[in-house]
């Protein structure tokens, strides 16, 4: 009698590919489905679109292309809606179907395969994610830069900043409200389409200063002054600053219309950068005026910068 083991290995059923042939119009894929698939375009045209208005292109596909991998091997969705452009054939490579030849590989070129899938869907996040932490000192500061004297199409604007920055559109539509309901910026319409204009550039970098100093924990410095100092910034905002004097000719000057005022307040106003040391003569000082003058509008404006309207 001759014994032995009958048994035969058990081969692996292998799930083919779904070849298909759609007219121009048909939606091969859909955000809301199920469903995960690579997508092989063999010819014709496929676009993808955003599934929100306007219903922008993202990118259109041509024959050899495809989609869906990180669908796949890494379950990220695929957030675009893809339809044919005009009537096409497609190759679709199923769940099922990609398990089933997945299982014929070596475990060294799976667990290859699924490195570099892993690797390349960091770099795709990377690409898209913002590394914006505060997304509204970001917007203010790129407003800042805008022309006071242009009105910017507000859609064209959010696009090109949301392009820049990679902050989400809704995001950048609640910092423009933030920013609206603090009069920094002003909205007109013209010829049904909104535009945007900065109302005040400087005030704008007063802002993102403001929020900085937040930012880092710090108190922002107009805010700090004293009622004296305050006193003494608008009595030298009315000064000429071309005239230069000394440091106790600038004390004496001072102590005429404040003469409360200690000495030592002379080492604030050198602190605040109020006045600047002359460049041929660093024992001469005058008044720093752009300075004083952005203390002044941060003071003049401060319901708006805090956003206590």
């Known amino acids: 009698m001759i014994t032995g083991d009958s048994r035969q290995p058990v081969r692996q059923q292998v799930i083919p590919p779904t070849h298909q042939s759609v007219k121009a119009g048909f939606v091969v894929y859909s955000p809301g489905s199920e469903e995960r698939n690579i997508v092989i375009l063999e010819d014709g045209e496929l676009v993808a679109r955003e599934t929100t208005p306007p219903y922008s292109t993202v990118f259109t596909m041509r024959p050899g292309d495809l989609v869906g991998v990180a669908a796949l091997l890494e379950r990220e969705p695929f957030k675009y809606e893809l339809s044919a452009a005009k009537d096409s054939k497609i190759t679709l490579v199923t769940e099922d179907c990609m398990e089933s030849e997945l299982k014929r590989l070596p475990l060294w070129l799976l667990a290859l395969i699924r490195s570099i899938s892993a690797k390349t869907h960091q770099l795709k996040r990377s690409a898209v994610e913002t590394r914006v932490q505060n997304t509204l000192l970001s917007l203010a500061e790129y407003l800042s830069h805008k022309s006071e004297k242009t ?18 559109t809704i995001t950048v539509e609640e910092d423009l409200k933030s920013l609206l309901r603090r009069h920094l910026i002003k909205l007109s319409e013209k010829n049904k389409r909104i535009f945007c204009r900065a109302i ?3 005030l704008l970098r007063i802002f993102t200063d403001y929020l900085r100093c937040n930012d880092n924990g710090e108190s922002f410095v107009p805010y ?16 000429d600053e071309t005239i230069s004097k000394n440091g106790p000719e600038w004390i004496q000057f001072i102590k005429q219309k404040f003469p409360n005022a200690a000495v030592t307040q002379w080492i604030n106003l050198l602190k605040l950068e109020w006045f600047s040391a002359e460049k041929n003569n660093s024992d001469l000082f005058h008044i720093n005026k752009s300075k004083v003058l952005y ?7 401060e319901t708006n910068i805090r956003g206590v309207l």
Do not use: G, H, M, W
């Open 224 to 239: 700090k002054l004293t009622l004296e100092l305050k006193q003494i910034l608008v009595y030298l905002s009315t000064e």
């Open 200 to 202: 005040d550039s400087e």
């Open 295 to 301: 203390f002044l509008k941060a003071l003049r404006y």
């Open 151 to 168: 009105d910017f199409n507000l859609a064209e604007l959010i696009r090109e900043f949301s392009f820049l920055t990679k902050i989400p």
